[in-house]
Each structure stands twice: as C-alpha cells, then as structure tokens.
C-alpha cells in the first residue's frame, strides 16, 4: 500500500513562504491524483489543492489560489506544495493524500502523517 510522508513544514512570518514535501512509496504513482489537503484547530480538514500524476493537471482551492503551487518530481517520486505569502489563516496541519484515478472523481483513501505550518503574524 502507498506510504505517503510529508516533510517542510514550520513556522514562518506572514508573508513569508514555505515549501511542503511528500514522499510517496509503495507503488508506481502514474494513474494517481495526489493531494494536499490541511485541518485548523476546530475546524474540519479541508482541500488546498491536486495534482493529476501523468498530466500534471491541477486544481486549487480558492483561498490559495495564485499564492500556493502544487508540483510533483516524478525521478523522487515526491509531490511539492509551495506556498507563498503566507497568511495567519493557512495556520494548519498539512496532509499529503493519494487516490487511484483522476482529479475529479474517487475519494482520498490514502493519507501522510501531516506537518505542522505555522504563520505568525
């Protein structure tokens, strides 16, 4: 089964920019669509953004749209996110995901552990 680690998180100033990886193992990722998706305290888990693996196809939330890219390496077989200016509000707990098929359909049935990225403002 996939094995998913994200890694790059921490805390930074707003304004500022990090950049998120996940490592993916476990299987060839070529017909997957990977996944960023982030839970603030309280609040319910929701998406940032995706990444079709073959076509490179992505799609954005709306509130990081223009500020966060989503790239993948297929040689490391890792899926970037990089985030640039950063708001106190993208203060969450990051999580890579991975699903069988295309953006638009399936649900996210494999999940990374989550980094931890902290604006302050």
């Known amino acids: 089964q996939p094995q998913l680690v994200e890694s790059g998180g921490g805390l930074v100033q707003a304004g500022g920019s990090l950049r998120l990886s996940c490592a993916a193992s476990g299987r060839t990722f070529s017909s997957y669509t990977m996944g960023w998706f982030r839970q603030a305290p309280g609040k319910d888990r929701e998406f940032v953004a995706a990444i079709e693996w073959i076509t490179r196809f992505t799609y954005y939330a709306d509130s990081v749209k223009g500020r966060f890219t989503i790239s993948r390496d297929n040689a490391k077989n890792t899926v970037y996110l990089q985030m640039n200016s950063l708001k106190p509000e993208d203060t969450a707990v990051y999580y890579c995901?991975?699903?069988?098929?295309?953006?638009?359909?399936?649900?996210?049935?494999?999940w990374g552990q989550g980094t931890q990225v902290t604006v302050s403002s």
């Open positions: 995901a991975a699903k069988e098929g295309v953006l638009s359909t399936g649900d996210y049935n494999y």
